[in-house]
């Protein structure tokens, strides 16, 4: 992820809509930090719950680390030993779970996705202002060289 970050930072001298990615990006991490402090916080929060739940009768909630890997694994859509949590206990596990699924899935991933997007209008709002303050400057520069007759020898005058 290093090697990424600075590729797009060089790139970005080249291509212009890679350095708005990297602006992007450096400027979404700023206003997310909190954000994702909060997500890390929730996210143990609810595979505390989970393993002191169902960590006695499912296998993969039995240790902290195997909670924290497959309730990662049923946000990427893997539903791997998420058939056992009703059997286990058949009102706290569906609701536990939905609960899961709509607070980190549908509340807090999509903070962080408007976080990054509010990130990147700010980078096309400041892209827009310097497009502005350079056009009167270009509309002022004359390209004498696409006028017709350029680079023809001016008859110098005798003084």
């Known amino acids: 992820m290093l090697t990424w970050s600075r590729f797009t930072l060089y790139i970005g001298d080249f291509l212009p809509r890679a350095k708005e990615l990297s602006n992007t990006l450096a400027t979404a991490f700023l206003d997310m930090q909190h954000l994702l402090l909060i997500l890390l916080l929730v ?3 609810f595979a505390l719950g989970f393993q002191q739940a169902f960590g006695d009768f ?24 998420m058939s056992e ?5 058949r009102y706290l596990g569906p609701v536990l779970y ?4 709509i607070v ?10 408007g976080v990054v997007v509010r ?16 056009s009167p400057l270009l509309s002022r520069c004359s390209f004498d060289v696409f ?3 350029f680079g023809k020898r001016l008859p110098v005058q005798s003084v």
């Open 147 to 149: 006028r017709p007759g």
């Open 98 to 101: 939905f609960m899961y699924l």
């Open 85 to 89: 949590i009703p059997k286990s206990n």
């Open 119 to 134: 990130s990147y209008e700010k980078i096309e709002r400041r892209c827009e202002t310097r497009a502005q303050r350079l």
């Open 58 to 81: 499912i296998v993969q909630f039995s240790s902290l680390y195997s909670t924290c890997f497959h309730l990662f694994k049923a946000l990427t859509g893997d539903m791997e030993g």
């Open 43 to 45: 996210f143990c929060g």
């Open 104 to 113: 980190i899935f549908f509340v807090l991933l999509n903070m962080v996705l």
